[in-house]
C-alpha cells in the first residue's frame, strides 16, 4: 500500500506550473468519439490516473488512441462497439460521458453504471432524462445501463432540475449530431463546460451559449477532429494556493486563470492573504495571522465544493470560527473525522461543519478517503507538528500529478514510499505520474 509522508513546518517557495484540467479532458477525451472524420490531436492533456482510465475506455470501444507526453490523439473513425465495461467505468464515474457521443454516432450505447469518489449517491438521472427527451429508450438492467435510439436523436427542450456538470455535457455532446435544435436549461457554468463546447465547436459543430444558464446546440451532420489545448486546472491550482496560504509561504502559480477561481480568491482575500493576478497567472503571498471566514458551496459560478476539504484545512488554523456548508454533494465531510485525527475542532451539524480555527495541528496517521479529502490532508499536514502519513493514495493519483515532487521541490519535507510489489504493478499499467520511494 503506497503512503504519503509528510513532516510539517517547512515553507515554500516557487513556481507551480498548473497541469490542464482534468475535469476539461476527460469530457474532451468522451467527445473525440464524435469525429468521423481526421485526428484529435489535444494537448495539455495531464498525466493522471483519470485520464489513463478513459483512454482505456475509448480503446475498449476500438478506437485508436496514442498518449505522449501530454498529448493525446484520437482516431475515431471505426467504432467497434457500443459497450462500455464494467471494468474501467467503475473506476471513474467521468467514464459515463461516453454514453452522449456514442449514441449520437451509433444510435446505441451500453455502458456499465459509473464508480468514482463515493461523496455522494450520484445519480445520472438527468443524463437520462435528457437523452430520452431527445428519443432514445432507456433500460437499466445487471448494473448497466442501455440506450437505444431508431434513426438519428431528435433536437429537445431539456431542462436540469440540477445544473448538473455531466449531465449538461452529456447531452451537449449527444445533442451535436441530433436532428434539430437542442435547448438545455438550467445548464451548468463551470469552465470546463465551455472548453468542451469551443473543442466540439471547432470540430464543426454549432453550439452557443455554454458558460451561461442556457446552451442551444444546433444538430450538424458530421463532426472532425481537431486540435486542441485543454484549459488549466482551477483545482489543482486553487490546492497549491491554499499550500502557500497554509504555510504562510509564497508561491506563483504558473497559468492559472484568476477568472476561473474568483470565488477561491475572493475568500482568500477576506482571510487576509495577499493574491496577485497577472496575465500569466497568480501569486499567493501569506505571513500574518489569518481570520475566519464562512464558505457555502455552490456551482459554478459559487465556492466550488471541489475545493472544500481544502479551504476547510485552511481554516482549521485561522483565528476564529468558520461555517463551511456543503450544498453540492450531501457526503463530502468524511474528511472532517481524518482531521480530528490531526487535533483538529470540528463538529458537522447536517450540512455544514463548524471549524473552531487555530488549531495545534499534530502530524497523524490519516487515510485519504476521496480525492480532494486526499489533498486536504497534504495540506493541513504541511502546517502541522511532526510526521502524518497518508494512506488512500490512489484517490490522490486520479487528479494531481507528481504532488509530492512538486512540493519537494518547493521545499516541503514530503516523499512517497510505494511498496516494491506496487512499484512493479503500476509500471506495468503504464502508471507513469508516480515517482516512487521504494520502502
Ligand atoms: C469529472 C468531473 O467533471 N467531475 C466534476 C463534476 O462531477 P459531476 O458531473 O458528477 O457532478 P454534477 O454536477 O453532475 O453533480 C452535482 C449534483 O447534482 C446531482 N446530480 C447529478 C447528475 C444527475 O443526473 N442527477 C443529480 O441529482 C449530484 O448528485 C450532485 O449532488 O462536477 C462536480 C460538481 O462541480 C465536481 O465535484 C466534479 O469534480
Ligand atoms: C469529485 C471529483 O471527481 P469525479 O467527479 O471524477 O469523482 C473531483 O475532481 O474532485
New binding site residues.
Given amino acids: 500500500m503506497s503512503k504519503i509522508i509528510v513532516r510539517g513546518g517547512r515553507k515554500l517557495a516557487g513556481n507551480v506550473k498548473i497541469n490542464g484540467a ?2 476539461a479532458v ?2 474532451i477525451i468522451a467527445a473525440s468519439i464524435l469525429g468521423a472524420e481526421g485526428e484529435s490531436v489535444i494537448h495539455d492533456a495531464p498525466p493522471l490516473d ?1 485520464v489513463l482510465v478513459i483512454n482505456k475506455v475509448l480503446q475498449s470501444l476500438g478506437i485508436e488512441v496514442e498518449y505522449n507526453r501530454q498529448v493525446i490523439r484520437v482516431r475515431a473513425q471505426q467504432i467497434a462497439t457500443c459497450e462500455a465495461s464494467y471494468d474501467l467505468v467503475r473506476k471513474m ?2 467514464s459515463f ?1 461516453v454514453m452522449g457521443p456514442l449514441l449520437a454516432r451509433l444510435g446505441q450505447a451500453r455502458i456499465s453504471l459509473p464508480g ?1 469518489c463515493a ?11 435528457g437523452f430520452e427527451a431527445m428519443g432514445a429508450d432507456i433500460e437499466l438492467g445487471q448494473g448497466y445501463i442501455e440506450a437505444k435510439i431508431k434513426g438519428r436523436l431528435k433536437g429537445a427542450k431539456i431542462y436540469l ?7 449538461t ?1 452529456n447531452i451537449m455532446m449527444a445533442a451535436t449530431l441530433a436532428e434539430g435544435t437542442t435547448i438545455i436549461e438550467n445548464a ?1 457554468k ?1 469552465p ?1 463546460i465551455v472548453d468542451l463546447a469551443n473543442y466540439l465547436n471547432a470540430m464543426g459543430a454549432v453550439i452557443r451559449g455554454a458558460g451561461t444558464g442556457v446552451i442551444r446546440i444546433e444538430g450538424v451532420e458530421k463532426l472532425r477532429g481537431v486540435v486542441h489545448t485543454v484549459i488549466p486546472d482551477r ?1 489543482e491550482a486553487g490546492t497549491y494556493m491554499i499550500a502557500a496560504a497554509i504555510t504562510g509561504s509564497d508561491l506563483y502559480m504558473e497559468g492559472a486563470i484568476g477568472d476561473h477561481l474568483r470565488p477561491v480568491i475572493s475568500k482568500m482575500q477576506e482571510m487576509g492573504v495577499l493574491i496577485e493576478e497577472d496575465e500569466n497567472g497568480i501569486r499567493v503571498c501569506a505571513s500574518g495571522p489569518l481570520r475566519a471566514v464562512d464558505v457555502k458551496t455552490l ?2 459560478p459559487g465556492f ?3 475545493m472544500q476539504s481544502q479551504m476547510m484545512a485552511l481554516l482549521m488554523v485561522a483565528d476564529g470560527t468558520s461555517l463551511v456548508t456543503e450544498t ?3 457526503n463530502r465531510f468524511m474528511h472532517v473525522e481524518e482531521f480530528a485525527n490531526m487535533n483538529a475542532q470540528i463538529k458537522v451539524d447536517g450540512r455544514t461543519a463548524i471549524v473552531s480555527g487555530n488549531a495545534k495541528l499534530q502530524g497523524a496517521k490519516v487515510c485519504a478517503t476521496d480525492l480532494r479529502a486526499g489533498a486536504a490532508l497534504i495540506l493541513a499536514a504541511l502546517a502541522a507538528d511532526g510526521e502524518t502519513e497518508i494512506t488512500g493514495v490512489h484517490h490522490i493519483d486520479r487528479g494531481y500529478v507528481d504532488i509530492t515532487d512538486v512540493l519537494r521541490e518547493l521545499g516541503a519535507d514530503i516523499h512517497r514510499v510505494v511498496p516494491k510489489e506496487v512499484e512493479e504493478e503500476v509500471v506495468d499499467m503504464g502508471f507513469f505520474n508516480i515517482q516512487p520511494t521504494l520502502a
Fill in positions: 482534468k475535469n476527460l469530457p483519470d464515474r467521468a460521458l468514482g461523496i455522494g449517491t450520484r445519480p445520472i438521472d438527468q443524463h437520462l432524462k432540475d440540477v445544473a448538473s456538470v455531466g449531465a455535457e451548468a463551470e470546463e483545482i456551482p459554478y466550488p465544493t471541489d453540492v454533494f450531501e
